[in-house]
């Protein structure tokens, strides 16, 4: 890979490649833009098949965060850290030396959880970096808050196509009973609405069946469920030239990480007159409930759980600009994101003075 043309493709600030002899740590560490603050985003552990692959994660995911963040209405920008050795390799060692390589950036970065690392992994950082988000103590497991921010979403993409953002009587289809759909189900039967499901482990979707009356149908059925919004709560990538044709619903909202097979897929939604609620911005309650714990006092699940619950007012923003500008609502959430970060690095600009 020519590095340097692919970090100036889209404008990354800094590529650090990391290495430990002692335990074999190989971690890279992605900065895209802190114009709105230090980096934020996680620490992946991955297979990959290459260092090229491991760079191109890195400089994607970096990316996506920095989006992701500026939306969010956070002041963080975005970083991303992968360690490129097999998940298998992780020891106390390589543990601590990533936390080494964090910590000497000073607060250019925070880190946590993500695939690939457990909480007990975030915990072994601890002994060596301060830079960490998410923790037990403090706004610990995201995966209520990504839930009612997805809850949010859908009612705000209701509201948008159907002029009511009640979801009673609403015939919502998620796909995947882990620990985001199995609340998002809870809260959408609280409201009235008619939940199907599914999930890959036919018992977690059955579970929520037994605790809400929603109905189960086989993993791949989902797609064929005629519904008002499907909401993809699993993997990425779901949405493609396969799964396109077979949809029925008007909306599709969920908190899955990259449904978009590729950019063009947005497009084909507009076409089909599906409205498509960009999913880093529908799954942005994770951040922003993390986002809590630098404010004055510390976390407050209360306050950041407000907060989360506007993501839906956000979204509408969205709807409305992709419209009055002819496209698609990834690229009118992506304007908003770098108009964000625009109007603050032109407010940088003021000379502020320094003590001497
Ligand atoms: P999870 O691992 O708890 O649940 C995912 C579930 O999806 C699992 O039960 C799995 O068996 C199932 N699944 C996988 N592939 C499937 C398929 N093809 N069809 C049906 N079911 C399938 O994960 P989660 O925490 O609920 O997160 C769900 C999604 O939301 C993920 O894409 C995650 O990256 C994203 N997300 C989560 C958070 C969070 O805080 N948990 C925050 C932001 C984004």
């Known amino acids: 890979m020519d590095i340097f043309r692919a970090m100036a493709e889209h404008g990354h600030e800094q590529l650090i490649f990391n290495y430990d002899k002692a335990s074999g740590l190989r971690m890279i560490i992605a ?32 990316r996506g965060m920095t989006y992701k963040n500026s939306f969010a209405g956070i002041d963080f920008g975005g970083s991303k850290c992968v360690i490129y050795n097999d998940p298998d390799e992780k020891s106390d060692l ?28 975030v915990e072994a950082l601890a002994r060596t970096t301060r830079y960490l988000v998410g923790r037990p103590h403090k706004s610990g497991d995201p995966s209520k808050a990504a839930a009612l921010g997805t809850y949010s979403s859908i009612c705000a993409s209701l509201r948008h196509v159907f002029g009511s953002a009640e979801p009673k009587d609403r015939h919502v289809a998620i796909q995947g009973a882990g620990n985001v759909g199995s609340d998002l189900a809870r809260r959408l039967v609280a409201d009235g609405a008619k939940v199907t499901i599914c999930d890959l482990k036919p018992e977690r979707a059955q579970a929520v069946a037994d605790a809400t009356g929603a109905t189960v149908v086989p993993s791949d059925a989902i797609y064929d469920v005629a519904c008002d919004v499907f909401s993809p709560c699993a ?51 994770g951040i922003v409930n993390i986002a809590d714990e630098f404010e004055d006092g510390g976390y407050q699940r209360e306050r950041a759980f407000q907060r989360v619950a506007q993501i839906g007012e956000r979204l509408l923003a969205v709807f409305r ?11 009118a959430a992506e304007r908003i994101a770098e108009d964000r970060i625009a109007a ?7 000379f502020v003075p320094q003590r001497p």
């Open 344 to 350: 603050i690095a032109q407010q940088q600009r003021y």
């Open 235 to 285: 993997l990425g990538l779901i949405l493609n030239p396969q799964t396109l044709p077979r949809l029925k619903a008007k909306i599709v909202c969920g908190s899955a990480n990259n449904q978009l097979e590729t950019p063009e897929t947005a497009e084909q939604l507009r076409r089909m007159g599906i409205l498509y609620a960009p999913d880093f911005i529908v799954n942005g309650g």
């Open 94 to 121: 390589l543990l601590r030396a990533a936390g080494r390589f964090v910590e000497m950036l000073g607060g250019r970065i925070y880190t946590g959880e993500d695939v690939g690392l457990t909480p007990d992994d």
């Open 321 to 331: 600009r992709a419209e009055a500008e002819g496209i698609t609502t990834s690229a």
């Open 31 to 62: 900065l895209h833009d802190t114009t709105l603050g230090p980096g934020l985003g996680g620490m992946r552990n991955w297979r990959y098949g290459s260092e090229d692959e491991a760079v191109a994660d890195a400089l994607r995911l970096s």
